[in-house]
Nanobody
Framework: VQLQASGGGLVQSGGSLRLSCAASGLTDDTWRMGWFRQAPGKEREFVAA????????FYEDSVRGRFTIDRDAAENTVYLQMNSLKPEDTAVYYC?????????????????WGQGTQVTVSS
């Protein structure tokens, strides 16, 4: 299994970025995707994830209404659309895959991780 995250960069406050996570090797429909982030000196935190059924998305409170997950099943790619970015969104963003029956907020439940992509929001 490989997860390849991309799309990070430097953007001004209020701007947008679209992160991509290309997955290979997830051969059945029991996998669910999530996004986490880690800022310098802080613990890795939950951002957004597919729920058990796959069609419901859960968001961390600080990003709800600004970030959106969508998925291109044909391309095995999951996206994180980030709008109205704030300096506090600055972090390394990771995509990850877990089994559907595992808790979506718990990073320990995720079995596979992408390499991370840096997002920097300037004020």
């Amino acid at each position: 299994v490989q997860l390849q995250a991309s799309g990070g960069g430097l953007v001004q406050s209020g701007g947008s970025l679209r992160l991509s996570c290309a997955a290979s090797g997830l051969t059945d429909d029991t996998w669910r995707m999530g996004w986490f982030r880690q800022a310098p000196g802080k613990e890795r935190e939950f951002v957004a994830a597919q729920g058990w059924g796959g069609d419901i998305i859960f968001y961390e409170d600080s990003v709800r209404g600004r970030f959106t997950i969508d998925r291109d099943a044909a391309e095995n790619t999951v996206y994180l659309q980030m709008n109205s970015l704030k300096p506090e969104d600055t972090a390394v963003y990771y995509c990850a895959a877990r089994r559907a029956t595992s808790g979506y907020r718990n990073y320990g439940a995720y079995e596979y991780w992408g390499q991370g992509t840096q997002v920097t929001v300037s004020s």
